[in-house]
């Protein structure tokens, strides 16, 4: 529910299990009041009064969304610079001292349920809402939007501050649209989507690092006194960073208790999330377009609508902020709610060295052991035999495929196979048709070097015609070949960022990928597409909305799988994690590892294989088999239950994970020890979210029931026998009341 309180200029957000609320002060500054996890709202005075009014702190006021004017030694989400004098610029008219300075005073607000306008001011609307929806693709209705309206009395810019609640996700969106109401184009030099303000002292925030096969790598620490950034400087979300957080008052929050604050962009562009943690204790959260190189120009009339910064908070420590997000992703955010398939995928078992003969003979073989989705990787087109050349050029290549690739296409699919195609749609090699014909169409700045990474340059999606070029050649495959799914790649950061857009490629990009992809989905609705970036290089809330699952990372090495899945799963949920079982000799660190627990680590999430099947010998294929066949048993419980992770690497050494479904019927339990050292026990982990009173039969891979247990036995005791084992050592088993 939300509400307005014209007494005490109280606006509150009330969610199922938090509150979150604001001021309208006597100088009509928006204020943030307060933000927890009880439901209960807070009318007029200010909990957290201003730090000390002397002429050094003054500026220490919680604006809801702090604009460089009023304020200046802190950090801020809003600067923009306008024209001097404000009247409309004559030509010759030098611009003198542009005024940097932006105060925003509330206006009004309005409230939509569920899409329809209920509330204007405290009155029932008269007309429709005039501004458009920018989050278009919402599967759950539940929800409420309030615009609340602000204005800078002086300069032609008004604001409007956008909150969506999920009552029953204690989840707010939230974003700003920004107009120029002037004469003159303004320059916005900085713009965060929202400013998060963390009750004082929460200070100690859990983020995730990384590099390529090193994704999602955990950190958590107390941020001291001063500012902490995390984000990226291209086009896609990036390895080095994603744009998460977790926070809390240290020491005040654990993996199942204390109230935990989280964060995520909805936003695969150049972003920045800065954490400032001020000498008063209190903690600001910062998310938005990346400052470095940025230039946003709103010409008169000109309303420009960011992203979105999705927030909300948990009594249930880290674990229940992840279930927050998982739940709030998969209910709101992905596109569809269907379950995702085994899939297979040829990479690593052929690379470049394609031809028909040798996937048709894979697909015989993966359909057998229960595949569902076969899919052909890089190498498939044009001149593409190698890295070195043929991105670009969208054609299937007659050398690889001579009669083409529909007849293996309809051979998968008489296999009973979906069939899936690899692309890198927003690449060229130099050595390639496209580039030939337009070496302009890529990023680059005129007479200077044009760096090469895997030997490709980045198109500019600034440009319409390349956009359309790249539809008409991607849809040209598609009209033509039944494909059921698409591997989007995406394999290298931008150098050179030159581009018909100037630097609003740093946006520009993303928004070409999404245009691109929703005009797909649209044409092919019953295309799933998949987020590849070199591996989970393009991973977050804007991208989910059009995408099915990620790859989660070229790192296939199920002990090195166990650190990368963990920090995923902070913030994303397992059914759009891939994980694949691929070599006994892993490929990417050499590391030989039992098929068990590559199986077992790969199945936690959407399961895939990668192996090559024609190296197995049949008792093996036999095996991969039955494990399949285990993961489609409980498949539904890992992709829609809820997670609890009741070890981990970073405090066990081991990753302990259980999934349940919400009505409590049924469980995933799945246990892998990383490190262990002898002469240490480690005590079976107990359970998490059962039902105490009902009984639970235990089953393994091979359907025998091991043990029949209480709900609450299991919540106090664990899995009877689980208690340690080597490095390496794992256990998957699917718990289900009654049988
Ligand atoms: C990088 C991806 O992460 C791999 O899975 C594979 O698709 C290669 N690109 C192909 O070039």
Not at 603 to 611: N, T
């Amino acid at each position: 529910m939300i509400h307005y309180n014209p007494n005490t200029r109280t606006f509150n957000l009330l969610g199922q299990h938090s509150h979150y609320a604001m001021l309208v002060d006597g100088d009509g500054r928006l204020l943030h009041l307060a933000w927890g996890p009880t439901p209960n709202p807070v009318t007029g005075h200010n909990r957290f009064a201003p730090p000390g009014q002397s002429s050094f702190e003054f500026q220490g006021q919680r604006d809801e969304l702090p604009a460089y004017g009023p304020i200046s030694v802190h950090e801020v989400a809003l600067k923009v610079s306008f024209p001097n004098p404000p009247t409309a610029l004559k030509p010759g008219d030098t611009l003198n001292r542009p005024i940097r300075d932006v105060r925003l005073a509330y206006t009004g607000y309005e409230i939509e349920e569920n899409g329809q306008l209920s509330m204007v001011n405290g009155q029932l609307p008269t007309a429709p809402s005039s501004l458009p929806n920018p989050q278009s693709a919402i599967r759950n209705p539940q929800s409420t939007l309030l615009r609340i309206f602000l204005h800078d009395p002086a300069q032609p810019l008004a604001v409007t501050l956008c909150y969506r609640l999920f009552p029953a996700h204690d989840v707010i969106e939230r974003w700003c649209e920004l107009t120029n109401t002037g004469p003159n184009p303004i320059r916005v030099e900085k713009l965060a989507f929202a400013a998060l303000h963390l009750p004082p002292g929460s200070s100690e925030v859990t983020t995730v690092h990384g590099a390529w096969g090193a994704e999602f790598t955990t950190q958590r620490h107390v941020l001291p006194v001063g500012s902490f950034n995390i984000g990226h400087r291209s086009v896609q979300t990036g390895h080095a960073f994603n744009p998460f957080f977790l926070a809390n008052r240290p020491g005040q929050a654990t993996e199942t208790s204390g109230p935990v604050y989280f964060g995520a962009l909805a936003f695969s562009g150049a972003w920045l999330l800065t954490f400032e943690h001020q000498h008063s204790g209190d903690v600001r959260v910062f998310g938005g377009y990346n400052p470095f190189d940025f230039e946003l120009i709103l010409q008169p009339g000109q309303t420009h609508t960011t992203p979105a910064f999705v927030c909300g908070v948990s009594d249930e420590g880290w674990g229940g902020a992840s279930r927050r997000l998982h739940t709030f992703t998969r209910d709101a955010v992905l596109p569809n709610d269907a379950p995702r398939p085994v899939l297979y995928n040829s990479w690593e078992a052929t690379y470049f060295a394609l031809s028909h003969e040798g996937q048709a003979a894979l697909a015989r073989k993966a359909a057998a052991i229960g595949v569902e989705l076969f899919v052909v990787d890089d190498g498939w087109f044009g001149g593409r035999r190698s890295p070195l050349s043929g991105l670009g050029d969208w054609t299937v290549s007659p050398e690889v495929f001579p009669r083409g690739l529909q007849p293996l296409i309809e051979e998968v699919h008489a296999l009973g196979m979906q069939f899936g195609l690899w692309f890198e749609p927003e690449m060229v090699n130099p050595d390639s048709d496209l580039y030939r014909q337009h070496p302009d169409w890529v990023l680059h700045f005129p007479g200077r070097p044009r760096t090469e990474a895997r030997m490709q340059l980045v198109l500019d999606y600034g440009r319409a015609e390349v956009i359309d070029h790249i539809f008409n050649a991607l849809d040209a495959i598609l009209a033509n070949h039944d494909i059921d799914f698409i591997k989007w790649d995406m394999n290298r950061n931008v150098t050179e960022p030159g581009s018909v857009t100037g630097k609003a490629i740093w946006r520009a990009h993303a928004a070409g990928v999404y245009g691109l992809m929703d005009r797909l989905r649209q044409k092919y609705p019953h295309l799933s597409l998949q987020s590849c970036s070199g591996g989970g290089g393009r991973v977050d809330l804007g991208i989910l909305r059009r995408v099915d699952q990620v790859w989660t990372s070229d790192n296939t090495d199920a002990l090195d799988r166990l650190r990368i899945q963990e920090g995923f799963s902070l913030a994303y949920p397992a059914r759009i994690m891939e994980a694949w079982v691929t070599h006994e000799k892993n490929h990417q660190t050499g590391r030989v590892l039992d098929l068990a627990t590559r199986f077992d680590v790969a199945m936690r999430g959407v399961l895939g294989i990668g192996s090559d099947l024609n190296a197995l010998s049949d008792e093996e294929l036999k095996a991969y088999a039955s494990y399949i066949a285990f993961y489609k048993r409980f498949r539904h419980v890992v992709q829609d239950g809820d997670l609890y992770r009741l070890e981990t690497l970073a405090e066990q050494g081991a990753s302990t994970l259980l999934y349940v479904l919400p009505d409590q019927s049924e469980a995933v339990y799945s246990v892998a020890v990383h490190d262990h050292l002898i002469g240490r026990h480690r005590p079976p982990a107990c359970l998490r979210g059962l039902n105490p009173q009902a009984t639970y039969a235990i089953f393994d891979r091979h359907e025998r029931a091991i043990a029949h247990l209480s709900g609450a036995d299991l919540m106090a005791q664990g899995i009877p026998g689980d208690t340690y084992g080597p490095a390496g050592y794992s256990r998957t088993l699917h718990l289900k009341i009654g049988d």
